[in-house]
């Protein structure tokens, strides 16, 4: 009586895995794929919702610029004390400010294959903030799209884009 298994039967189980690998992988990518994307959307309806306490802050004036989840950044100071002293004219700062200020948190948007960007001082005031996926597979089927955040704070897919 032989004890053991043969080459043949451990090769053969070890094909059957592969096998089940395979069908799993592209299921695991598009799972991950699904997650950046909804952490992205609630990223996007936090950053609008900070432009909206920003803008009742300073009383007007909206940030310009643009945050991408894969790059690291420093914050300073909140310039929000400064800037009223130096020049009340001045309304509108930078999107970095949003953090700087704590209006929100890079935790949110740390490692999200996105570039998220205000766009209310654009033509087109019905959107407060576009996120768009860089060209990156982690971002999976929506890295060719963008979205915006509206005021009502609905996420919509970017038809144009």
Request: hydrophobic share 40%; aromatic share 12%; with cysteine.
């Given at each position: 009586?032989?004890?053991?298994?043969?080459?043949?039967?451990i090769?053969?189980?070890?094909?059957?895995?592969?096998?089940?690998?395979?069908f799993?992988v592209p299921?695991?990518?598009s799972?991950r794929?699904?997650?950046?994307?909804?952490?992205?959307?609630?990223?996007?309806i936090?950053m609008a919702?900070?432009?909206?306490?920003y803008?009742r802050?300073?009383?007007?004036?909206?940030?310009?610029?643009?945050?991408?989840?894969?790059?690291?950044?420093?914050?300073?100071?909140?310039?929000?004390?400064?800037w009223?002293?130096?020049?009340p004219?001045?309304k509108?700062?930078?999107?970095?400010d949003?953090?700087?200020?704590?209006?929100?948190?890079?935790k949110?948007?740390?490692?999200?294959?996105?570039?998220?960007?205000?766009?209310?001082?654009s033509?087109d005031?019905s959107?407060?903030?576009?996120?768009?996926?860089?060209?990156?597979?982690?971002?999976?089927?929506?890295?060719?799209?963008?979205?915006?955040?509206?005021?009502?704070m609905?996420?919509?897919?970017?038809e144009?884009?």
């Amino acid at each position: 009586m032989q004890k053991g298994f043969t080459l043949m039967e451990i090769l053969a189980v070890m094909l059957v895995i592969a096998v089940i690998a395979s069908f799993l992988v592209p299921a695991v990518r598009s799972a991950r794929a699904e997650v950046a994307y909804q952490r992205a959307k609630t990223a996007a309806i936090k950053m609008a919702e900070a432009m909206r306490s920003y803008y009742r802050d300073r009383k007007g004036g909206l940030p310009s610029g643009s945050v991408n989840g894969m790059n690291t950044y420093s914050f300073g100071a909140c310039p929000k004390d400064s800037w009223m002293e130096e020049d009340p004219g001045i309304k509108s700062g930078d999107v970095k400010d949003l953090f700087a200020c704590n209006y929100l948190t890079w935790k949110d948007f740390q490692g999200l294959p996105y570039t998220f960007e205000p766009v209310a001082t654009s033509e087109d005031r019905s959107k407060l903030v576009t996120f768009t996926a860089l060209d990156d597979a982690k971002a999976g089927r929506y890295k060719t799209q963008a979205f915006h955040v509206t005021h009502d704070m609905k996420v919509e897919e970017d038809e144009s884009f």
